[in-house]
């Protein structure tokens, strides 16, 4: 199991749009996790995707393929979340 | 049991669509994407398949643009509370159901509208010229039965896409989808009413809208609140789905609509569409042979749903219908199905008719049985 601090979060508008990139995700073989969105980030959408951070190099591959319906996706530092994509 | 009112509601479920509810309700039941947690992702999970299962049958691009609604009126309501504005003309036909009816002569009242209404034959048939007759530059918004609750009449879709340009179309598909082709794009539809209970062979109570993208821009919601998004926000998101999905969903009824869309998705509409041909040109076929019966519609199955509609010379359709209940538990509709505009169209009003409507598992020896029944009511 990886540190929270390997994560990233990905954001989106709508559950709908969380569904969606779920599915597309996991279509790739990426591997993501359902989890509750962190407050600092937004309350958009109350359910955001957990991805690991090695992972961000085939989404923003598939992003710029095919661009995603999303806010964002998000690494926490010691500041607190940035976007990284 | 004979049950001969599908276009009431169909009867018999198929078994994924009651396993699917059974599921929803005993193994996740929790708020679509309200929580982060897994039972609460799970259902909305369930959501997201059922609204991508169905979005596939109908050849919807983005599932986005398909909202679940509590039904087929719900669906039709919001399209024209939402979309017409004061002074707009409205086209619309003599086949449709009060669903499309009342709310269009309330708003003919209340905004005010104003309301052509193309006249069909007396078997149901639209003539596509009529349209092109009837819409103008004014024109806002043109309202197509799809089929006929009454006689299953099918409206010439593709023809009247043709007649009326651009303008915008809200198609009531209630009667016809699952159990005939539909696809949005072809030919082009704005706006696509349908009912889960129906041939889409879900449960009572659920429904959908399809918006065609760019029109929600215009479109207004019937209601506003909680959507699950946005929640910093007091003010309505814009973003579909949920710009007309507020408050929490049906989500067994969303789960049994997708295992029915998935169902259907398996099976095949053109082939239930071609075993109800058979069925109804069987039911035709018979009924016409008995001296008493008056039937109603085209005779061509091709040009009609599985809905026969026939009265029978000097009886009250309700007395047919009892009988057909009591003495040989034959399940029919009789009155006027809550579409008196199709019924004065086919003569038939006050009055009414009896309706007998097979559905995807109707047999040859039902309809055979039925047949006999009315001849022995006949005398």
């Known amino acids: 199991m990886s540190d929270s601090s390997d994560k990233c979060v990905i954001v989106c508008e709508s559950v709908h749009d969380v569904m969606a990139l779920e599915r597309a995700l996991k279509d790739e073989g990426i591997s993501v996790e359902m989890v509750p969105t962190p407050r600092e980030l937004s309350s958009d959408c109350g359910m955001a995707l957990e991805v690991i951070q090695t992972e961000i190099g085939r989404i923003a591959e598939l992003h710029a393929q095919r661009p995603f319906k999303w806010r964002g996706l998000f690494a926490k530092g010691s500041e607190g979340f940035s976007k990284l994509l | 049991m004979i049950y001969l ?60 643009q398909l909202v679940f609604t509590k039904n087929a009126t719900e669906a039709i309501n919001i399209v024209l509370a939402g979309w017409l504005r004061p002074g707009d003309h409205v086209v619309t036909t003599s086949m449709e159901h009060n669903s499309t009816m009342r709310p269009l002569r309330y708003l003919e009242q209340a905004l005010p509208l104003e309301l052509t209404v193309v006249q069909a034959d007396a078997s149901g048939l639209l003539d596509p010229r009529a349209f092109s007759n009837a819409v103008s530059a004014d024109t806002r918004l043109v309202v197509v039965n799809h089929a006929s609750n009454v006689c299953g009449t099918i409206a010439p879709l593709a023809e009247v896409r043709k007649a009326i ?44 809208l399809y918006v065609r993208p760019g029109r929600e821009a215009e479109l207004k919601p019937l209601i506003r609140g909680g959507t699950g998004s946005r929640s910093e926000h007091e003010d309505q998101p814009a973003l579909l789905p949920d710009l007309f999905e507020s408050g929490t969903l049906n989500a067994p009824g969303i789960a049994g609509l997708g295992a029915g869309a998935n169902y ?107 047949v006999r029944a009315v001849r022995e009511i006949a005398g």
């Open chain 2, 5 to 64: 009112d599908n276009a009431a509601t169909t009867h018999s479920k198929p078994a994924a669509v009651i396993n699917a509810v059974t599921n929803y309700l005993t193994a996740v039941n929790a708020n679509p994407g309200r929580s982060g947690h897994l039972l609460s992702a799970s259902a909305a999970r369930i959501v997201f398949d059922a609204r991508e299962a169905l979005a596939k049958l109908l050849n919807i691009a983005d599932s986005r």
């Open chain 2, 264 to 370: 259907l998705l398996e099976h095949g509409v053109e082939r239930i569409r071609e075993d109800e041909l058979a069925l109804t040109g069987q039911l035709i076929d018979g009924l016409a042979s008995i001296d008493r019966v008056q039937l109603y519609g085209d005779p061509d199955p091709q040009k009609r749903m599985p809905v026969v509609s026939f009265n029978l010379d000097g009886m009250e359709p309700s007395d047919v219908a009892l009988s057909l209940d009591r003495e040989y538990q034959i399940m029919v509709r009789a009155g006027l199905h809550c579409a008196p505009a199709a019924h004065k169209t086919l003569g038939t009003f006050p009055g009414g008719s009896v309706r007998m409507s097979p559905g995807h598992d109707s047999t040859a020896e039902e309809i055979e049985a039925a």
């Open chain 2, 165 to 208: 340009g651009d303008t915008p179309l809200l198609v009531d598909a209630a009667q016809t989808a699952g159990s005939l082709p539909i696809d949005v794009e072809d030919p082009a539809i704005d706006f696509l009413a349908v009912t889960g209970h129906k041939s889409l062979l879900g449960p009572q109570g659920i429904g959908a």
